[in-house]
């Protein structure tokens, strides 16, 4: 590879490696805003079914979910650590949307959550979930393959 090559590979390198980092800020800036509001509303979403599991067990499991997904995304930056964001992005966007628009019953232990009214808290979080399910597709799209998928993929490409 020649000089000029090299310096160009390595630039374009860097601005991946600046857009990958900032999208990785965004992903786990968004599963904060998901962990903060789920923690702020666990307690009023309990009273549904105090005995149960309840809205604010499952809130509270949600807020843990996003901040440890949050944190591995800013430490590792793998596709791994960006399909579990998008995967806990997701687990709270799907049923803020279903339980806003479908009265679902209550399955076993757990209570009937339907919610229709959007208030700003609920508003804030599905925002934040939305944008984080497709920032970390885009994340995934950036993170450079693990070694073990980068060697797979020279491999293959030798057979060709």
């Known amino acids: 590879m020649s000089a000029t090559a090299r ?3 390595r630039g ?3 601005g991946r490696s600046a857009a990958e980092w900032a999208v990785r800020v965004l992903v786990a800036a968004g599963l904060g805003v998901d962990a903060v509001v789920h923690v702020r509303l666990a307690d009023a979403m309990q009273l549904a079914a105090p005995g149960g599991i309840g809205g604010g ?3 509270r499991v949600q807020a843990a979910a996003a ?3 949050a944190v591995v995304v800013l430490v590792t930056g793998h596709r791994l650590a960006y399909l579990l964001a998008g995967l ?3 687990s709270a966007l799907v049923p803020v949307l279903l339980y806003t628009y479908v009265q679902v019953p209550a399955i076993g232990p757990v209570p009937s959550m339907y919610d229709p ?5 609920k508003v804030v979080s599905a925002v934040a979930e939305g944008a984080t399910v497709v920032l970390a597709v885009v994340g995934w799209a950036l993170a450079r393959p693990t070694t073990r998928q980068a060697g797979v993929s ?3 490409s030798r057979r060709a």
């Open 7 to 9: 310096a160009h590979h």
């Open 12 to 14: 374009a390198s860097t």
């Open 57 to 59: 067990t499952l809130f």
């Open 67 to 69: 901040a440890v997904a």
């Open 88 to 90: 806990v992005a997701l």
């Open 117 to 121: 009214f959007w208030y700003p808290e």
């Open 154 to 156: 020279t491999s293959d």
